[in-house]
């Protein structure tokens, strides 16, 4: 089908230095955004030390040796807030990045820029920023980790969906493993890891020719030839859930039933990349009405998809405060899975999922370079390097019918599914 002619504007573009680095660029008047990125995250975690990639990331952006501390502290209060204001500092499963979100003036981005890269270049690593980002990780661990219910059913779920994919592994730590992190440790994962072949730089904003000077100034020069890949096989990949399975999780102190279910799906840039997020947004719309049950409703039912080179999942959450709806919410979940199996979706309902899709995929490209920065970083950090994916949104969403979610509800929304339930404890 055809879209509304909303133009998707110039693609990005990218070159690489001649050490392998690449950088990617896109003129915007307004964006102002950059960062450097990494293609790896909790995944490369070697076995016993989980946390390690976490770890780097917090002592790598603590100093460099151009800036005091007092200096690297105010510049980033200055222009970046606190630190979940406009600063994009972070790791995820597959990626890390240091950069910021869309700034005023191209000489704030310059400036912020600057220090990042000087930051990375220096690795400025000592035993005082282990103790002291170790603690901060540990805190971490509790405040965005374990007392959120989503992140911990969502944690479970990874475990229950594969046997060696390093995929189980969290994001933030491993506590006792933490612990036994030594200095070496980091020293050594950084020169293993953060190298040339596995780095990337994004500056969106200026023309590209300045994003090009900008990589040659800073990382032209940059580090040896290392690893980019984790030590894991793929072996571990998508495979259709034989049997159901279950996991039930007692946590003190909450007041709501968290329920989240999951099932297996192609890795991303699969050949259903951009049918699977119609699928989401129609699953999610379409179950919102199921979900409310006369007083009994959940307030939001986030249907979402986990997705890496390595590894795919699709996952519905809902949380109620009846101890009896976590049976009847499974069962309207697994309705509409049939319905969706048997039966063509009703033509409205998907021509909503589909131009939703369309505008997650354009809008970062029209107005939004803090989305399309992360558009960019996800395609990166899984195999997309030339952006090739990327950039076919709208013709890959124009061949998406509803026979095709029929087909996708039939291969991936099986009877069989993964199951995580968090109750409150008894007494």
């Known amino acids: 089908m055809r879209f509304e002619a909303i133009s998707a504007g110039k693609p990005v573009s990218f070159g690489t230095l001649p050490n392998g680095m690449r950088y990617y660029g896109r003129f915007d008047q307004v964006a102002n955004a950059a960062g450097i990125g990494v293609k790896l995250g909790s995944m490369w975690d070697p076995s016993g030390k989980r946390g390690l990639a976490h770890l780097v990331e917090h002592m790598l952006c603590r100093s460099a040796r151009k800036y005091t501390d007092a200096e690297v502290?105010?510049?980033?209060?200055?222009?970046?807030?606190?630190?979940?204001?406009?600063?994009?500092?972070?790791?995820?499963?597959?990626?890390?990045?240091?950069?910021?979100?869309?700034?005023?003036?191209?000489?704030?981005?310059?400036?912020?820029?600057?220090?990042f890269a000087n930051m990375l270049n220096d690795r400025q690593l000592d035993q005082q920023g282990l103790d002291v980002e170790k603690s901060r990780i540990q805190n971490e661990y509790?405040?965005?980790?374990?007392?959120?219910?989503?992140?911990?059913?969502?944690?479970?779920?990874?475990?229950?969906?594969?046997?060696?994919?390093?995929?189980?592994?969290?994001?933030?730590?491993?506590?006792?493993?933490?612990?036994t992190i030594k200095l070496g440790d980091v020293r050594a994962f950084v020169r293993k890891y953060y190298v040339p072949q596995n780095m990337f730089m994004i500056v969106l904003g200026p023309r590209f020719k300045v994003a090009e000077r900008m990589a040659r100034q800073y990382f032209e020069k940059f580090g040896e030839q290392g690893q980019a890949g984790p030590d894991y096989d793929g072996s571990d990949g998508y495979a259709p859930l034989k049997e159901s399975a279950f996991r039930t999780i007692d946590r003190p102190g909450i007041n709501q039933h968290h329920v989240m279910l999951g099932f297996p799906?192609?890795?991303?840039?699969?050949?259903?990349?951009?049918?699977?997020?119609?699928?989401?947004?129609?699953?999610?719309?379409?179950?919102?009405?199921?979900?409310q049950e006369q007083d009994r409703g959940v307030y939001r039912n986030p249907v979402q998809l986990s997705r890496s080179k390595f590894h795919g999942l699709f996952t519905v959450h809902f949380a109620s405060m009846h101890d009896d709806f976590d049976e009847s919410g499974v069962q309207a979940v697994l309705s509409l899975c049939k319905q969706l199996r048997e039966q063509l979706t009703d033509p409205a309902a998907f021509q909503a999922a589909l131009h939703r899709t369309f505008?997650?995929?354009?809008?970062?490209?029209?107005?939004?370079?803090?989305?399309?920065?992360?558009?960019?970083?996800?395609?990166?950090?899984?195999?997309?390097?030339?952006?090739?994916?990327?950039?076919?949104?709208?013709?890959e969403l124009e061949k998406v019918t509803r026979g095709t979610i029929m087909n996708l509800a039939n291969q991936y929304l099986t009877p069989e599914f993964l199951k995580v339930h968090i109750r409150p404890a008894p007494g």
């Open 359 to 395: 505008y997650e995929w354009v809008g970062p490209f029209v107005n939004d370079a803090n989305e399309l920065i992360e558009l960019i970083i996800d395609s990166v950090a899984n195999g997309d390097e030339d952006l090739v994916l990327l950039h076919a949104g709208r013709t």
């Open 73 to 115: 502290n105010l510049t980033l209060r200055r222009y970046l807030g606190g630190s979940d204001s406009d600063i994009n500092v972070r790791i995820d499963k597959y990626s890390t990045f240091y950069g910021h979100l869309m700034l005023l003036k191209p000489t704030h981005m310059r400036t912020c820029f600057d220090l």
């Open 142 to 179: 509790r405040l965005r980790g374990i007392d959120l219910m989503e992140e911990v059913a969502w944690d479970a779920l990874h475990e229950m969906a594969y046997t060696r994919n390093p995929v189980r592994n969290r994001i933030d730590c491993m506590p006792e493993e933490l612990a």
């Open 265 to 291: 799906i192609e890795e991303f840039g699969g050949k259903n990349h951009y049918a699977l997020n119609v699928l989401m947004h129609l699953v999610e719309h379409l179950l919102y009405d199921r979900l």
